[in-house]
């Protein structure tokens, strides 16, 4: 039921699913849903941890074997990918909060979390200062992913070239640390 979700999410975007909508794709009526989820909210966290661990597992693979500036471009690559070929289920990630150590959700987050710190251990990144370059790297690619999945890069210069220039700029940033 989460995965049907999450591909209708994608569809018809994160808040405009509803249990209802749910329901007459998978064929049941709505009430029928409730075997399988709690109501809404459990299924947006439900999507969310899917979600993230979608991400997590594109990510990690992305970066394996690689290291510094390759790493990065290949996490950022395929973060961006990820956020444009499922948008509706990346948007259900914003703003849920885990109940705890042990929610999916909170492990799910872990997981994308540590592939971008494996992607930090190619610079000479202080301890005390890894969490502000996870920030970092969150804000750049989330923004520029969730901005090019709405469309909003409508000027003529190619996407795909700012794209690399971004990770060229993230990669000097890193190494100046």
């Given at each position: ?51 993230l661990n ?74 005390h200062e ?32 700012s794209f ?14």
């Amino acid at each position: 039921m989460v995965a049907a979700g999450a591909a209708l999410a994608d569809e018809v975007g994160f808040a405009r699913l509803t249990m209802g909508l749910l329901a007459e794709r998978v064929g049941v009526r709505t009430p029928s849903l409730y075997k399988h989820v709690g109501g809404q909210d459990d299924l947006n966290r439900r999507i969310a941890a899917l979600a993230l661990n979608e991400a997590a597992d594109a990510v990690g693979d992305a970066v394996r074997g690689y290291a510094g500036r390759d790493a990065l471009a290949a996490a950022a690559r395929a973060f961006r990918a990820f956020v444009l070929a499922h948008p509706g289920r990346y948007a259900a990630t914003i703003g849920q909060e885990p109940s705890g150590p042990e929610d999916p959700l909170a492990t799910a987050g872990q997981r994308l979390l540590g592939a971008f710190t494996a992607v930090l251990r190619g610079y000479d990144i202080p301890d005390h200062e890894v969490n502000h370059a996870l920030r970092l790297l969150r804000s750049l690619f989330h923004g520029f992913a969730t901005l090019q999945a709405a469309d909003g890069f409508q000027w003529s210069t190619d996407v795909d070239e700012s794209f690399e220039w971004l990770i060229a700029f993230a990669d000097r940033g890193l190494r100046t640390l």
